[in-house]
């Protein structure tokens, strides 16, 4: 596609409740990044797959919080048992490679909304 | 561990100033340094990147500097008009985790017709 789609836009959850969050990146990206993003802060890391395998997975909050991309291609966030703290936009990044000096293209993101 | 802080955290403007952002780092060892514009509800879109080795990047009314010894960035907006008006993002690139981002908080600008 021409860019990095997330679905969905919103979704809004209650507590305990499990989702998953999409992504579809840039065809031909090999690198994947989510980053999460709470009111008033930049995005903070989570996860970077290099094809489908994740690469460093040390910002993942904690084991409630899973990602794959099983063909290299798309991606899923998964978030078990939602907390109310959960509530954030999740952003999802690609770039042509994970090298320092290729530029990482950003979606619109997703705002998860845990009541 | 790096650490990225930008002010002011919010700075309102009349329509035509010139204006100044800063980002400061706290660890020099960074590949380049990147400036992003969100706008609300909406993703990052990338304005402009200078890597470690330059000292600025110009694109249009946009001027970022970056003086990396010091650990300090500025983005430079010439002429601002309203359609400026949003969140400014700036992110490093760290040498041991170069895939990684590393955020600040974020400049929120309103550019007042």
């Known amino acids: 596609g021409a860019g990095v789609s997330q679905t969905p836009s919103n979704k809004v959850t209650e507590k305990g409740k499990y989702v998953e969050l999409r992504c579809d990146p840039i065809?031909?990206?090999?690198?994947l990044y989510w980053y999460r993003q709470s009111l008033g802060q930049g995005p903070e890391f989570l996860i970077y797959f290099q094809g489908t395998g994740a690469a460093d997975d040390s910002g993942l909050p904690n084991d409630r919080f899973f990602a794959v991309r099983p063909e290299g291609s798309v991606s899923t966030l998964k978030i078990q048992r939602t907390e109310r703290g959960d509530s954030a936009v999740y952003l999802c990044?690609?770039?042509?490679?994970?090298?320092?000096?290729?530029?990482?293209?950003f979606g619109q993101g997703t705002r998860l909304t845990v009541v | 561990k790096q650490e990225v802080t930008q002010i002011p955290a919010a700075l309102s403007v009349p329509e035509g100033e010139n204006l100044v952002l800063n980002c400061s780092f706290t660890d020099s060892a960074i590949y380049n340094l990147q400036w992003f514009r969100q706008d609300p509800g909406k993703g990052l879109t990338s304005l402009l990147l200078?890597?470690?080795?330059?000292r600025e990047q110009t694109s249009g009314r946009l001027n970022a500097s970056l003086d990396k010894s010091s650990g300090r960035s500025t983005l430079y907006i010439a002429a601002s008009q309203p359609g400026d008006s949003a969140t400014y993002l700036c992110?490093?690139?760290?040498?041991?985790?170069?895939?990684?981002?590393?955020f600040g908080s974020g400049t929120r600008l309103l550019v007042r017709p």
């Open positions: 065809s031909g990206h090999t690198a």
């Open positions: 992110a490093v690139r760290p040498m041991d985790s170069s895939y990684k981002l590393i």
């Open positions: 990044a690609s770039s042509l490679t994970g090298g320092p000096n290729t530029e990482a293209f």
């Open positions: 200078i890597q470690s080795s330059q």
